[in-house]
């Protein structure tokens, strides 16, 4: 299975301005997911990365707030814009394997505090 | 749509206690299913995962069936450890498409 190295693993941000995660794959990878993970809950997918097209974003969740690149096969970056507080949560970024029977990979993930 | 209920935690055991945490499913069709685990201050890793009906996924001492009959794939494991202390996530995928649907997560401790 791929190997995924996320950075930063974790930050504490001033609230109002943006943090950049990036990911990184050993493989080359079609899609590319995104999700959250607030404090005590459930992983939530923010959206897909797909390289060559814009990222498809889920419902609650705009590129406005949660710009995503996805400049190759083997990276991807999400930033989290004007932060605020609520958006003190663990993010993941995570790739499929050759179809859903393989599950998915994620990385170690970014712990974001707000303050 | 497609969901995953899970059964709701904190579970705490005792080291060497028999472990069930349940899971059950909606969803169209033959989905795979999956545990996750995420150990403290640690991303997800894939504990097990089973692809048809009747299927057992089988990891690390921790076993689930895949049950269609009752739409459930709940995990067990024997005797658990300290170590075995995390939070375990089922959840579901369609064999084709890219939708993942994760449970609420059970937090399971340990103690000695």
């Known amino acids: 299975s791929a190997v995924i190295s996320q950075k930063p693993s974790r930050d504490i941000c001033q609230r109002g301005t943006s943090l950049t995660i990036q990911c990184q794959v050993d493989s080359q990878v079609t899609m590319m997911f995104w999700y959250r993970q607030q404090p005590g809950q459930s992983l939530t997918l923010i959206a897909t990365a797909n390289q060559g097209s814009e990222a498809t974003y889920e419902s609650g969740f705009v590129i406005d707030k949660f710009p995503i690149s996805r400049p190759n096969l083997t990276f991807s970056t999400l930033t989290v814009s004007n932060m605020s507080p609520e958006d003190s949560s663990i993010y993941l970024c995570?790739?499929?394997?050759?179809?859903?029977?393989?599950?998915?990979?994620f990385g170690s993930g970014t712990r974001l505090t707000v303050v | 749509g497609d969901s995953v209920t899970q059964m709701e935690g904190p579970v705490t055991l005792s080291e060497e206690a028999f472990l069930t945490i349940n899971c059950t499913y909606t969803?169209?069709?033959?989905?795979?299913l999956f545990w996750y685990v995420q150990y403290p201050g640690e991303g997800l890793q894939l504990l097990l995962k089973a692809t048809k009906a009747d299927d057992k996924g089988s990891n690390k001492g921790f076993e689930a069936t895949y049950r269609k009959e009752t739409t459930s794939f709940h995990l067990e494991k024997g005797s658990v450890q300290v170590s075995d202390s995390a939070v375990y996530f089922c959840?579901?995928?369609?064999?084709?498409?890219?939708?993942?649907?994760f449970g609420t997560g059970t937090s399971l401790t340990v103690i000695p």
């Open positions: 969803a169209t069709g033959y989905p795979s």
């Open positions: 959840a579901l995928s369609r064999n084709t498409g890219n939708q993942f649907y």
């Open positions: 995570s790739v499929a394997g050759r179809t859903g029977n393989y599950g998915y990979t």
